[in-house]
């Protein structure tokens, strides 16, 4: 049982350049969550999905695209990255009538 | 505006000793309140919650107490361990489970 994975572990773009991060749950929760970490401040929802064809907008959403691929996996895109987009993503997911969620270990994401 | 506020960036604590992190929130919209664990370069920990028609929650050396008409919310852990260094979020959630962090606490347990 491996929990919440997300992959890859570092990456470095330029700006400009697109990339995809992968998340994926292996614990059959409904919901799934995409965080975003800065320097001093607290973790912020970017986007998220209550259910597996449903997806929507967090509080900081502005140059980020989500896809529910299917009940386990939850991508994040970065269509056009900017280096105001560097910081640590996590992923998270939730089970039904539960309020915790469950974190993965972080990408760290460098924007040149 | 921040919803959330913790106040301490960081704590120092003797092993044995309690520890007291604080939380503040402006809005009483939220249901429940949780605190989560993070060591660097891993993801955070869920520790503990309470419901807010609750006032206090404890789980082992972890209780967390919750002050409605204050606003205010505090994981107390005792007796400390070097093994609870980390840094501490609280996180208040309502509507679509969605989680409103604050910026953490570090806590530091020496010997």
Redesign the interface.
């Known amino acids: 049982n491996a929990g ?1 994975t997300q992959t890859p572990k570092f990456q470095v773009l330029k700006t400009g350049q697109s990339m995809t991060l992968q998340c994926a749950q292996d614990m059959n929760h409904n ?1 799934m ?1 995409w ?1 975003r970490q800065d320097p ?6 970017i986007y ?1 999905s ?1 259910s597996e064809g449903t997806t ?1 907008k ?2 900081v959403p502005n140059g980020y695209n989500v896809s529910r691929l299917n009940k386990r996996e939850f991508s994040l895109r970065l269509e056009s990255a900017a280096p105001s987009q560097t910081s640590v993503y ?1 992923c ?1 997911s ?1 089970a039904g009538g539960r ?8 990408t760290r994401l460098t924007v040149l | 505006d921040q919803q959330v506020k913790q106040n301490s960036p960081s704590l120092s604590v003797q092993e044995g000793r309690i520890s007291i992190l604080n939380c503040d929130y402006t809005n009483s919209m939220f249901d429940y309140f949780l605190w989560y664990k993070k060591y660097p370069a891993e993801g955070p920990t869920f520790l503990i919650s309470i419901s807010s028609i609750k006032d206090k929650n404890e789980d082992g050396r972890f209780t967390v107490f919750l002050n409605k008409s204050a606003k205010h919310l505090s994981l107390h852990i005792v007796p400390s361990q070097p093994g609870d260094s980390a840094v501490y979020f609280c996180a208040l959630g309502g509507g679509y489970n969605k989680l409103i962090f604050g910026a953490g606490t570090r806590l530091a347990v020496h010997p």
């Open positions: 919440v919901s969550y965080y001093g401040m607290g973790l912020r929802l998220y209550a929507d967090g509080e996590f998270a939730r309020n915790e969620q469950f974190f993965g270990p972080g």
